[in-house]
């Protein structure tokens, strides 16, 4: 007889009444049942609107004179129907309690689904043909940063998860590609977050985190949050003292711990702000080039002719959560670690150095059933072992990460400094102006002024006045700067498996 189908609006009808519960009820205070009810007779338009509490006996006797009163009917009847109505309430409570605790139903695979998944981990190429799943479920272009999110969202089942943060100006697609990629990973398995409270993560159970990713859509409305994020990131568990008083009225004094490791990916367009979550996590900055906007632009324009392959979209990714479905926790070991060094011009090298490290035991992880298993015969933990081809295939990936982390400026800067120079080349200029760039490059004055006093406070840019005109205009100081740049990274990670395979031989 209680219909729940309107969250908001529950009915409860009898034989003589018909009940309506407003605006629900409430899952928690479980020592009270406080409902908006609006009562009448079966077909009689008479109404009575009543706030009450229905473990009040009080209020509930109260409530049953003027029912009978108003709308002219015995108080036998309304009683009997108000405590049948409790009940039924209160079931319904308990149960979606239930529900709650389990809110997200974990799927199992069934024997086909695994064995599928377990020949596809143990295939050749393994992240090659990854990639081309993500690309299937509807991931189009950023060949590079969609495959290092989706690692690095793996490893999060891992005992030292990777974190990212995208970055990108506005309506560039960062959100999306953060979206769509976790849409790989198993419901049950994540947290998507748009707005928490400064005390919010506290309040999780004691494991509820441990494992997932956690994904925060803007950075920028979740600036309460991040430094209980940071302190899950780093030391892998949160600890709040608070206050507490118990049923006698004794004051206590309890802890609230909740535990990690978690992997945690955000979005923003304010690089410079969070540099202390940045420093924490790969930076992944989103591919703005025309040729992209070319990509995704067809992309919308076939799926709005209806000749894009939907169900191949759902499929891959159904698949891919299967994949991760498939993946255990185990230990990573890494025997080449002492050889892999990185470029003396990384910046902040020691932080960058343990995700170098991670990364490729990322990469390792994820390729768990290509590994034979062994066995600590002092500890007797199961660990499975890092090769040189993913440490290989980790430098591939992990190049432009490594290139952004030893710039000395912002990526967006960076990104402005490269077109820049393009458009000097194609032109046949050495020097320009702000008022040529802005028109040209189509950028916003105050945009454009905050990229060149970057660009000049770091030497990369100079101002010159001009011997004819005596007017001020700009130079870049060094137009293969970062070619240099990349020439150094790139030897550096060669010179790495330079030294593995001589102490190999």
């Keep these: 007889m209680l219909n729940t189908t309107n969250p908001n609006h529950y009915q409860y009808t009898t034989r003589h009444l018909e009940i309506s519960i407003l605006g629900g009820i409430k899952l928690n205070h ?69 529900i709650d605790e389990n809110e997200i139903p974990i799927k199992e695979l069934s024997k086909k689904e695994q064995q599928t998944a377990e020949k596809f981990l143990k295939s050749k190429d393994l992240l090659t043909k990854t990639n081309e799943l993500i690309e299937q479920s509807g991931v189009i272009g950023e060949e590079t940063n969609r495959l290092l999110m989706y690692l690095i969202f793996t490893s999060r089942k891992s005992y030292n998860p990777l974190h990212c943060i995208s970055l990108g100006t506005s ?85 609230l711990t909740v535990e990690g490791p978690v992997c945690v990916a955000g979005c923003t367009t304010q690089e410079s702000i969070y540099e202390d979550n940045s420093n924490r996590s790969f930076l992944l ?116 990460v490594l290139l952004r982390k030893s710039d000395l400026i912002t990526g967006a800067a960076r990104n402005h400094l490269e077109r820049l120079k393009t458009y000097l080349k194609e032109s046949g200029q050495t020097t320009f102006t702000n008022a040529e760039i802005r028109k040209q490059l189509h950028i916003k004055e105050s945009t454009l002024r905050g990229y060149h006093k970057q660009l000049q406070e770091e030497g990369y840019i100079k101002r010159i006045k001009k011997k004819k005109t005596k007017s001020y205009c700009f130079e870049i100081t060094d137009m293969r700067e970062y070619d240099w740049l990349k020439a150094s990274i790139d030897n550096a990670l060669k010179g790495c498996i330079q030294q593995i395979e001589l102490n190999l031989s």
């Design 30 to 98: 479980l020592e009270a049942l406080r409902v908006t009810l609006g009562i009448n007779k079966v077909k009689s338009e008479t109404k009575l609107r009543h706030n009450v509490d229905l473990y009040n006996d009080n209020q509930v006797e109260k409530l049953v004179r003027k029912v009978a009163e108003r709308i002219e009917i015995g108080t036998s009847v309304v009683r009997n129907t108000l405590q049948e109505l409790t009940n039924e309430l209160e079931q319904y409570r308990l149960s979606q309690l239930d």
């Design 171 to 255: 309506g560039s697609g960062k959100t999306h590609l953060q979206s769509k990629v976790a849409e790989l990973i198993p419901d049950h398995e994540k947290v998507e977050i748009t707005v928490l409270s400064e005390n919010a993560f506290y309040y999780f159970n004691r494991t509820e985190l441990r494992n997932k990713l956690i994904l925060i859509e803007d950075l920028d409305g979740a600036e309460s949050v991040l430094y209980p994020l940071r302190e899950l990131q780093s030391k892998k568990r949160i600890t709040k003292t608070v206050v507490h008083k118990d049923r006698k009225g004794t004051t206590k004094t309890i802890h």
């Design 285 to 400: 900055y989103i591919d703005e080039s025309e040729e992209q906007d070319k990509k995704i632009m067809e992309y919308q324009r076939l799926l709005s002719a209806g000749k894009r392959n939907v169900k191949e979209e759902f499929e891959s990714a159904r698949f891919l959560r299967s994949v991760q479905r498939s993946l255990n926790i185990i230990s990573v070991r890494n025997p080449y670690a002492e050889y892999l060094t990185l470029p003396a011009s990384v910046f902040k090298p020691r932080r960058t150095n343990s995700h170098y490290l991670q990364f490729i035991e990322a990469i390792t992880f994820y390729k768990q059933w290509q590994r034979k298993k062994r066995t600590d015969k002092e500890t007797g933990e199961m660990y499975i072992e890092t090769t040189l081809e993913d440490i290989e295939e980790a430098n591939e990936i992990i190049k432009e």
